[in-house]
């Protein structure tokens, strides 16, 4: 697939070139936006993004001065992860990652962790809404994930409330 140029930064699939400095970057996003995860289990986890996921999802990389600045992972429809270099931040490469993915599939999903209001805020610009919470992640940690999805169900808005 040819690249998709945007106003700022061109989208294009993933490379295995790619995989060295992706996995960096998902690494230094990760431990500016996890800081309530412990740097153990996300330089393990780093591993998993490097051997695994970049190679194994649907991933696009966006590019800006022929460098690889963000990378939005997707399972079908639903999004394993979108990371965007932290110098590289406000500038509008996650927004784009994210309408080249509506795009393709119509119909987004993904989990974020509550505590990254940053994200979750984010993804509410960006027309995401919390349909439901689970108070454990993937890991079996008492850090609470929300569900979000694009477009809402009929009538739902807001991100679920905190559990009492």
Not at 38 to 60: F, H
Not at 128 to 151: A, S, W
């Amino acid at each position: 697939m040819p690249a998709q140029q945007t106003s700022t930064v061109a989208i294009r699939p993933y490379e295995s070139r790619d995989n060295q400095r992706l996995s960096a970057l998902w690494l230094e996003a990760s431990l500016i936006s996890h800081t309530f995860l412990p740097e153990s289990l996300l330089l393990t986890q780093q591993k998993l993004v490097a051997e695994k996921y970049l190679a194994e999802t649907e991933t696009w990389v966006a590019i800006a001065d022929d460098l690889p600045v963000g990378f939005i992972g997707l399972m079908d429809q639903f999004i394993g992860g979108l990371f965007v270099a932290p110098e590289a931040q406000g500038m509008g490469i996650g927004g784009e990652l994210l309408r080249h993915a509506f795009e393709l599939k119509g119909h987004l999903a993904l989990e974020v962790y509550a505590a990254n209001h940053r994200a979750v805020a984010f993804y509410r610009r960006h027309g995401f809404c919390g349909v439901r919470r689970r108070e454990t992640d993937d890991n079996g940690l008492p850090h609470p994930l929300i569900l979000m999805q694009k477009p809402c169900p009929s009538g739902r808005k807001t991100t679920p409330a905190p559990s009492a």
